[in-house]
């Protein structure tokens, strides 16, 4: 076993786990051996196989969220258990937990707020295709919009501190809370750092809970809510703008022909033109709005994580 060489840092680690009987007991006696000292704790969401029996036997705390999705299994681990150091990862045995130290040590050494681990395959059938074109396209839509985001975005396994934890107001009820989490990231400049781990298949049982078309559409839907959340002026001037390029194009003709002839041709058109305008200064205004009202909570929110020292300050963040 390796121990961390401060062993005043409380550590937890945290598996969201549906219908995992066949892997969670490996994944609970991985972690133990690779951070000893370390709490671990199963939430079961809703499983109607034998997962919090084998958790509970392999040593594991086991709490039980009946409101399925990964999402809202995340609010309830972050809001009721606390530690110093989470380290969250997925109960389906195909994450690495040796890295684990590496990551918890690299948080607390950096004082960073998150280490997301990447995945390396360790055979080209390990991921679904699907899945790595998805990861792909939503890592260029985020980076578009928020920033360069780690390069594997969808990891189920990341380590945490404290103070992101307890600041984290998650509003995502699914598989899109890693894509939540990493927006906030990225929106308030909390300092990450990323690092790799073998990556490994299911084994033998053991089956995958995503649907690649359900949940990318989910997420894809997601990235634009938060946008529209943390980005209301560029999201609702970006709409405005569609009103305003359809009233130009329907109104300059006339304009030029009333310039040329004095003559106000077509009213219909004309009002249509004036109307679309009005809509897009409408849009544009909402925008003005929303986004001052953005600053002020993105304040608040900011304030609420200062209120925590950061890992590795003290002995207890």
Not at 27 to 40: C, H, K, M, N, T
Request: a positive charge; one cysteine or more; glycine letters at 8%.
């Amino acid at each position: 076993m390796k121990e961390m060489k401060n062993s005043s840092v409380r550590i937890a680690v945290l598996i969201p786990c549906h219908n995992e009987a066949p892997t969670v007991g490996k994944v609970i006696a991985d972690f133990q051996s690779a951070l000893s000292g370390a709490e671990v704790l199963v939430f079961d969401n809703a499983s109607n196989d034998d997962t919090a029996k084998v958790a509970r036997n392999a040593g594991a705390q086991v709490f039980h969220v009946p409101q399925k999705g990964k999402g809202n299994v995340v609010a309830i681990m972050f809001a009721n258990v606390e530690a110093d150091v989470y380290v969250m990862v997925d109960g389906d045995a195909t994450y690495d937990a040796s890295v684990a130290p590496k990551a918890v040590e690299r948080l607390l050494k950096n004082r960073l707020d998150l280490v997301n681990i990447a995945r390396e395959p360790v055979a080209k059938d390990v991921s679904r295709r699907g899945h790595r074109i998805g990861n792909r396209m939503f890592h260029r839509i985020v980076r578009y919009f928020f920033g360069q985001p780690p390069g594997d975005m969808l990891s189920g396994y990341k380590v945490f501190s404290r103070r992101f934890v307890k600041s984290f107001a998650s509003f995502s009820s699914g598989f899109e809370i890693e894509t939540e989490i990493l927006i906030h990231t990225l929106e308030m400049g909390l300092p990450w750092e990323e690092l790799s781990a073998p990556y490994y298949a299911r084994p033998e049982g053991s089956e995958s809970k995503l649907s690649t078309l359900r949940d990318g559409w989910r997420i894809l839907r997601f990235i634009v809510r938060l946008y529209k959340l943390e980005h209301p002026f560029g999201f609702f001037v970006a709409i405005g703008s569609g009103f305003a390029a359809a009233s130009l194009l329907l109104g300059v003709p006339l304009v030029l022909e009333y310039l040329d002839t004095g003559l106000v041709p077509r009213f219909p058109t004309a009002f249509l033109a004036a109307s679309l305008m009005i809509i897009a200064a409408i849009f544009g205004t909402i925008g003005l709005i929303l986004d001052t009202v953005t600053s002020g909570r993105r304040e608040l929110k900011r304030l609420l994580y200062l209120r925590y020292p950061p890992p590795g300050l003290t002995g207890k963040s």
